[in-house]
């Protein structure tokens, strides 16, 4: 009989630790960890100091090495590029949050100048979103519902009407900044990965068809209430057909022809952008276009065609947010703040690893943070990492977050001398830039196949996702999302798999036996492979698999007769995990 003999030093824990160092003990209790974390944080140094001021303040690390001969060209360019595709977006996707076009546009000015400050992500662009717009209008709609009968001729009561609504959407921001100010204090970065890629990616492409068929009513000229609640797409959809004898025919045709112009310039920038200096602006070349017709044809007064109305100049006297709404919005702006944080983290990462950088995602909330909360006394409404004008930054050879100032300078222009200019803008091609900005999100379901072939799992968290966001609800299909994502991981880990492992011949390579026909076992050896962490939720799966491929035998009662050669005995303690395997009797 074969036999397998080892030649090493036999140590006990003791004599482990006293010749190779025990491991450090911890402060007992609260208090003594947080002094020990204050010790080793509080250092009173210049160098100190600086290294802080860095890490919170990241302009003060990368401008004192900003290369102008190389960098600013492109930084001019792409943050030009940007301020002018920010305009229209910001104008639209105030629209999606049911508030005024301006207020849009101060949404697109302040988060773009407070990132290049506090951000760590050299090409992404901040401003107005549409999945966080979306949201946020879900909630302004509920709180100030439109009277059905507003036929939108008193001034005062309209006014009265915008005011309150950008005062919940600012209270969200307000609420929001706190949220991730107060994450960031507590190095909460971390959550962010509990939103997996597939649940994220999932969760944008279900929140752009509400996008889509929110915007409905706007593309035919039909003045419908957004519902809220759950099954909101079909909502949408029945009051929209029951409406549709009512479309408003030349808003109709303004919605079909702007839409003709939008779609191919969008597939010409898309196909063409590595030959292309800087992408076509469709959208700013669509809204002159269109202000300038409905101007000189009248078409609100001859057709009734909505408009964007009158836009302040210059920018409103900060001031704080309505505080007695804070909560009435703080089971939305929870979830609102997770998805924001996590679109931008996940944008800032993607092209961080494309330019081969890094990000600090603690220092992101941050910057997020502050510009929600610092925007929001401006009248602003919930901003985020945007995916389509982080794109154009990076197609137009942004190098840093400098282009965040150039991109500030352009929306400055037009809120300080052309925004009045505006006045005629149909609020139909508004709905029309917010539909075509949807593009990417729509492409995800390229990725299916793929996703398909690489993990069958996150296949079905994208696919349930998805149902869930569209069938319920945003907020609701989002956390349908990660509590069955989590729940993949946990049954996962529940049921991994134990393998027996056998050597190829001639060399030191093992490979499952069963999965391997020329592996073999060595005898007297039982290798196993378990493909997860050994805790409490699978202890009592790996102990009865365990048994049956060594051939060991569980304790039994000693009532019972019978009295196996070797017992087994699997016991955890936090981390650790033991196995104990002895005979009767030793």
């Known amino acids: 009989m074969s036999s397998l003999a080892l030649y090493r030093g036999i140590y006990t824990e003791e004599r482990f630790q006293q010749v190779y160092g025990a491991p450090q003990t911890p402060e007992s209790g609260l208090a003594g960890m947080l002094k020990g974390r204050l010790a080793r944080g509080c250092h009173c140094s210049r160098a100190a100091a600086w290294h802080f001021l860095q890490g919170r ?63 760590t992500g050299r090409h992404v662009s901040t401003g107005t979103f549409a999945v966080v717009s979306l949201m946020t209008g879900s909630v302004v709609e509920r709180l100030v519902p439109i009277p059905l009968q507003s036929n939108g001729t008193d001034s005062a009561e309209v006014a009265l009407l915008e005011g309150q609504r950008i005062g919940v959407a600012a209270a969200m921001a307000f609420l929001m900044g706190l949220l991730m100010t107060g994450m960031f204090t507590f190095h909460l970065g971390f959550l962010s990965t509990y939103l997996s890629e597939p649940v994220v990616k999932a969760f944008t492409s279900g929140a752009a068809l509400h996008v889509v068929v929110s915007q409905l009513q706007s593309l035919l000229g039909l003045p419908l209430p957004r519902p809220d609640g759950w099954f909101t797409i079909f909502k949408t959809l029945a009051s929209v057909v029951e409406a549709f004898p009512l479309t ?58 909505q408009i964007v109305g009158h836009l302040p100049a210059g920018f409103p006297q900060p001031q704080l947010p309505a505080l007695h709404l804070l909560p009435q919005v703080l089971g939305d702006t929870v979830a609102l703040t997770f998805v924001a944080y996590a679109v931008s983290v996940s944008l800032a990462m993607i092209y961080a690893e494309k330019h081969h950088y890094t990000i600090d995602p603690n220092q992101e909330l941050l910057a997020h943070g502050l510009s929600n909360l610092v925007s929001s006394m401006f009248t602003c409404f919930p901003s985020s ?12 050879g ?159 009662e000693p009532y019972e007769d019978q009295s196996p050669d070797i017992k087994m005995h699997i016991s955890t303690v936090e981390s650790s995990v033991s196995v104990l395997d002895k005979k009767p009797g030793s």
């Open 57 to 119: 303040l990241p302009l003060a690390r990368w401008l004192p090495r900003y290369r102008p001969r190389k960098w600013l060209l492109g930084d001019v360019v792409a943050g030009l590029t940007v301020g002018i595709v920010h305009i229209p977006q910001g104008m639209a996707f105030a629209l999606l949050t049911s508030v005024a076009p301006v207020y849009g546009l101060y949404t697109s000015f302040f988060p773009a100048l407070l990132y290049m400050l506090f951000g």
């Open 248 to 305: 408003n025919i030349a808003e109709l045709l303004i919605s079909g022809l702007c839409l003709a112009v939008l779609v191919p310039i969008k597939e010409v920038n898309n196909r063409y952008r590595s030959r292309m200096w800087v992408p076509i602006p469709g959208e700013i070349i669509m809204v002159l276009l269109a202000t300038g017709i409905c101007f000189a044809s009248s078409l609100n007064t001859h057709y009734n065609v």
């Open 385 to 396: 990492a945007t995916l389509a004008t982080t794109n154009i930054l990076d197609s137009a």
């Open 398 to 556: 942004g190098y840093t977050q400098l282009s965040g100032l150039f991109t500030s300078a352009v929306v400055l222009v037009v809120l300080m001398w052309i925004g009045p200019l505006f006045y005629y803008l149909p609020k139909a091609v508004l709905a029309c830039i917010n539909v075509t900005s949807l593009r990417q999100m729509f492409l995800q379901f390229q990725d299916l196949p793929e996703l398909w072939r690489i993990s069958h799992v996150d296949f079905t968290v994208w696919v349930v996702t998805w149902l869930s966001v569209v069938v319920i609800n945003v907020d609701l299909g989002l956390a349908v999302g990660v509590v069955f994502s989590m729940m993949t991981v946990v049954c996962r880990t529940q049921r991994a798999e134990c393998l027996v492992l056998g050597r190829a011949a001639d060399t030191e390579i093992y490979r499952p036996v069963k999965e391997n026909s020329k592996c073999f076992e060595i005898p007297g050896v039982k290798i196993l492979s378990y493909q997860a962490p050994i805790y409490y939720g699978n202890r009592s799966f790996f102990r009865d698999t365990l048994s049956r491929l060594v051939g060991l035998s569980q304790e039994r």
